[in-house]
T-cell receptor
């Protein structure tokens, strides 16, 4: 099976812009979680989607949003970008009834 | 809510020696404990996991132990090699919300 894929891998934006990141889970997986990772920091949970519904949400401002499509692909959007949004954004997929999260390679976002 | 503490934040060991990373969790209902390894520029990869009905699990040079009474679990790496250098994350979850709670990570440095 193909692993979790994320696009784009690298992105440069300027303050105030918005950005959309995409994640394709492992075939058959219906849950997708998103994380933000800043240099030297751990994994900060953004949100989790299951069957097109947001099931869990972390403590991030409303500028961070996401959605999931019927084919389980997910997107996250960050509006009005700030310098502090520069980070590696990771998505992970989980199989139905499973607990193990499988991560993609991440999208590295740089906000100038 | 659930909290996972991970220690140490940085661990430097001589090649060939053993490394031990420890995590404690707060929610006694936690029943799934994975460990992930993140190499530079990559997403975290599952290396071993344990469930609450098991006290120890081994996979070649890697082992995880769980003490439910004390609410802590540990990762043991024996005969360390240069390729073990990475950041290691522990996590815990319950059956109730499918969300992994993450430790802050340990940077493992293997000295030649």
């Amino acid at each position: 099976k193909a692993g979790v894929t994320q696009t784009p891998r690298y992105l440069i934006k300027t303050r105030g812009q918005q950005v959309t990141l995409s994640c394709s889970p492992i075939s058959g997986h219906r849950s997708v979680s998103w994380y933000q990772q800043t240099p030297g920091q751990g994994l900060q949970f953004l949100f989790e989607y299951f069957s097109e519904t947001q099931r869990n949400k972390g403590n991030f401002p409303g500028r961070f949003s996401g959605r999931q499509f019927s084919n389980s692909r997910s997107e996250m959007n960050v509006s009005t970008l700030e310098l502090g949004d520069s980070a590696l954004y990771l998505c992970a997929s989980t199989s139905l009834g499973g607990e193990t999260q499988y991560f993609g390679p991440g999208t590295r976002l740089l906000v100038l | 809510g659930e909290n996972v503490e991970q220690h140490p934040s940085t661990l430097s060991v001589q090649e060939g020696d053993s490394a031990v990373i420890k995590c404690t969790y707060s929610d006694s209902a936690s029943n799934y404990f994975p460990w992930y390894k993140q190499e530079l520029g990559k997403g975290p990869q599952l290396i071993i996991d344990i469930r609450s009905n098991v006290g120890e699990k081994k996979d070649q040079r890697i082992a995880v132990t769980l003490n439910k009474t004390a609410k802590h679990f540990s990762l043991h790496i024996t005969e360390t090699q240069p390729e073990d250098s990475a950041v290691y994350f522990c996590a815990a979850s319950t059956n109730s919300n499918y969300q992994l709670i993450w430790g802050a990570g340990t940077k493992l440095i293997i000295k030649p």
